[in-house]
């Protein structure tokens, strides 16, 4: 009763459960680079990498969202470190540890991971999908060192180690699972010049098909695509496909993308990252549906708020942090280490949320923002940024500085499901900052919470 009573009070400390929608990553936690795996208690497994800062990528921690349902998410916190006490010896820049992967091998739960400033590659085991991942060691990879390692394991056992940058590289796995087969060591299984590959490999198979995912240089020289090559064999030759999501417009800042793609509960999902703060890191975990040719070919799909849930319910409070699309100044920020908001804002900028059920009708909205000594406001279209106007909310000159506050606007009715678009005015440097907003019928009586 004792261990029960101290596993259940440490759970308060280390687990984290949230909503689902995008990002699945909770407020105040940046986890990116996400790496699905359905284990066999029937959850989601994602592991990435950790940021802590708008001015480098990752940290010296990893933490893992984990589901049964894809609506609510558990986080287990720190459950592999490098942090100072473990490691006095060592540089800052060699505590960093990049984008990781994970592998069920002998029995144990195998965590990959890489430390560029250190040029190397290590694994550590658990008993659990969770951790703790102890005995670290060092992978054999010397003379091969690059980024972002991932595993596979075929039908027929074998495991495949997968890493690279630029050119990718597929070894065998000895059975110890902290060493490579050198021997076996294939180079250039994808690269740039022919398949647009940048790093961040992950491979699945599907039916006889293998599914190599990557982060994407195709597109305005930025790898902001996931994008995808296939094989009938793990190691190749494979041919170029296309690209499955490309995160641009995320974040006014944006470089890269790095994920995944599952099946979970007869559904297959690409896991991706968005970026915030203005920054190319500070990234957050989100996930979308998607769907396969006859061809085994994978349809594009475009970033959205509701992500592997229906549309988001307009008559509840949706949180401004949920945007999937930036254009301009704007930016999604913490405020504090718990909560964030979309801030930034200046004239002609733009935010988007897909998608919105309006039901039968709304016609007003309150939105929680906090204003500033200049006037503004929004105009809100829906579907396109061009699309049907359906009204204006106009931020007053602040009365409460530094204060939120919720304003209630009249609109055009708005039924049915569609994507909005909220297209600020006002003078450059407004200080405007939003918190989140919620639909109405007039007629229904308007309860919100207090202007806290």
Known sequence: MLLKYLLTILGFFFLVTIYGQNPISPEGIFIADPSGHVWKDGRLYIYGSLDKSPNYFCSSDYHILSSSNLMNWVVSKNIFSLEEKNNPNKSKQEKILY????????????????????????????????????????????????????????????????????????????????????????????????????????????????????????????????GYSTSKSPIGPYQYRGVIIDNEGCDPSNWNNHGSIVEFQNQWYVLYHRATHGSQSMR???????????DGSIKEVEMTSQGAGKPLIATDTIEARRTCMINGNARINSINPSTEVVNGILANDYIVFKYLDFGKGVD??????????????????????WGEWKGYVHFPKSKQKNKFQYIHYKINPIKGVHAIYLKFYGGNNTGFEIDNFIFHQSKNKISMPNND
């Not at 690279?164 to 050198?182: H, R, V």
């Not at 790093?199 to 996931?226: Q, S």
């Not at 975990?285 to 006859?294: G, L, R, S, T, V």
């Open 364 to 385: 007003s909205i309150s939105i929680k923002i906090k204003t500033s000594e200049k006037e503004g406001g929004f105009n809100l279209h829906i579907d396109k940024p």
């Open 99 to 226: 984008a990781p992967d994970c592998g069920y091998i002998n029995g144990k739960y195998c965590l990959f991971y890489c430390q560029p400033g250190a040029e190397a590659e290590g694994v550590a085991e658990a008993n659990t999908p969770i951790g703790p991942f102890l005995n670290a060691k060092k992978m054999n990879i010397y003379g091969h060192n690059q980024i972002d390692p991932s595993i596979f394991t075929d039908n027929d056992g074998k495991n495949y180690y997968i890493w690279g940058q630029f050119d990718l590289k597929i070894a065998e796995l000895k059975p110890n699972s902290t060493e490579i087969d050198s021997s076996t060591i294939f180079n250039n299984v994808i690269t740039e010049k022919e398949h647009f590959f940048h790093e961040g490999a992950f491979l699945t198979k599907k039916n006889d098909t293998y599914y190599l995912i990557y982060a994407h240089m195709g597109r305005k020289d930025k790898p902001t695509c996931l």
């Open 284 to 294: 957050k975990a989100c996930i979308e549906p998607i769907y396969f040719e006859a």
